[in-house]
């Protein structure tokens, strides 16, 4: 018995041999927001870890220049690790970062979402490697399941019927929704497509009373859907005192009505509902000050900034400690990034709510089988089966993605920007109303 394990234990690990980081572009729509209107193209970076025997671990991220540059400076450090090597990868992408040795310091009270989001465009491909070694689908890496399936919200948004100097393409099918028949319109093919049985308005766009009409459309339409309103902090602590009794029987939680953290403490002291954020809230150094505010009751985890996916594990743990329900963020992404959610999503017994999703709006993909690997049905979604995330790259269309990314001439989001295309003296400052 000794000798066999001693055999066992010197059969060699596999090692890091290669890093890549490849930044991408792909159609987005005019969806409107507090801050303006959604650019042509949506920016992503698909990361691929690949070890010495031939697999590869992929991951997706941002793809600013800020996070390209980060992934750069860090991917070159990795190489050699064994991929189970999580720890080493954590101080050495930290090094990367911040240019100081990690020593497991304290969470900084202002956050560090560089950081983190470096360090989880990494850790979710060096997971998937492990699952793949493993021979296992990644949520049984995570702890195994408890859940069949992870739910996810239709997720709406007031939106123009086109982009603005943009002769180069037809205007998306979604059509226009800048008034409450519309954006009913736009639920009614949500639910039918996709059987999303909760519903998320992107609000801040207009006047919160416009908005609350549009809820009111909702309600009506949709008698036994829950929903919620997201006005990414456009409104002041007063507009949403003057709003709250309105919301009372209306919505299941209230997102990010106001700007910060200090704000929102002040809205939850009279708050009749409870209030969600993942704007003020959204690092491990935040979570004292939200507890003793009692700022947030639901946070809206994030795996791409919150440092991974035993982070948002971690962070779910935080939730049930401190009595905060947990659900998930959503930006415009691709199937690497919902497999991962997915999988996270199996695992967390007190994910209380719905996850956003904006993959209804994007229409292309960068995985092997597109968007065929993601099946909704009656609003939730199972992994993609297979061990690890489940999901490959589809080498041409990551080489037609790379290309658009090129010559999109887009580096850096700009919501501002964009809609000064249609309003030339667009303020984007915080509160708007």
Not at 13 to 32: E, K, M, N
Not at 110 to 131: H, M, N, P, R, T
Not at 153 to 162: C, D, H, Q, T, V
Request: charged share 20%; glycine share 10%.
């Amino acid at each position: 018995m000794p000798n066999q394990t001693a055999a066992a234990l010197s059969v060699r690990r596999p090692r890091v041999a290669d890093v890549r980081v490849t930044p991408i572009a792909f159609r987005d729509p005019p969806l409107l927001n507090v801050v303006g209107v959604h650019e042509p193209w949506a920016l992503r970076s698909i990361i691929e870890v690949e070890t010495d025997d031939g697999r590869i671990g992929l991951g997706e991220s941002y793809g600013d220049l800020e996070t390209l540059g980060n992934l750069d400076k860090a991917k070159g450090r990795l190489v050699g690790l064994d991929p189970h090597d999580t720890n080493a990868l954590v101080a050495r992408v930290h090094e990367a970062v911040t240019g100081q040795p990690f020593i497991g310091q304290p969470f900084p009270a202002a956050g560090d979402k560089a950081l983190a989001s470096a360090i989880g465009a990494f850790e979710v491909a060096f997971l998937d490697l492990q699952a793949q070694i493993a021979g296992c689908p990644l949520y049984q890496l995570l702890g195994g399941a408890v859940r069949d399936r992870v739910a996810y919200s239709a997720y709406l948004f007031y939106k123009f019927a086109r982009h603005k100097d943009d002769p180069g393409y037809p205007p998306d099918d979604w059509g226009e929704a800048l008034d409450h028949a519309q954006i009913v319109d736009q639920t009614k093919r949500m639910v039918n497509d996709y059987g999303f049985g909760s519903i998320k308005l992107k609000a801040g766009v207009f006047d919160p009373d416009f908005e609350i009409e549009s809820l009111r459309a909702l309600r009506k339409a949709f008698p036994n859907h829950p929903l919620r309103i997201d006005p990414n902090g456009g409104w002041s602590v007063e507009t949403t005192r003057r709003l709250m009794p309105r919301f009372d029987g209306l919505l299941e939680y209230l997102e990010d009505p106001v700007n910060s953290l200090d704000e929102m403490g002040e809205v939850a002291k009279f708050s009749t509902l409870p209030l969600a954020t993942n704007m003020v809230t959204v690092a491990f150094g935040h979570v004292p000050k939200t507890v003793r505010l009692n700022a947030v009751q639901v946070i809206l985890s994030d795996h791409h900034y919150w440092g991974g996916l035993r982070a948002t594990q971690a962070l779910a743990h935080y939730g049930r400690t401190f009595g905060i329900g947990i659900s998930m963020h959503s930006n415009s992404h691709l199937g690497i990034s919902l497999a991962a959610m997915t999988h996270v999503g199996m695992t967390i017994p007190n994910l209380a709510y719905a996850c956003d999703t904006h993959y209804p709006w994007q229409v292309e993909e960068v995985v092997d089988g597109g968007r065929e690997m993601f099946r909704f049905e009656a609003g939730s979604l199972s992994p993609p089966s297979g061990p690890g995330l489940g999901v490959k790259l589809d080498r041409s269309a990551l080489s037609t993605l790379h290309h658009q990314y090129v010559t999109c001439g887009i580096r850096k989001r700009d919501d501002a920007k964009e809609m000064r295309k249609y309003r030339p003296d667009w303020n984007s400052a915080r509160p708007r109303f």
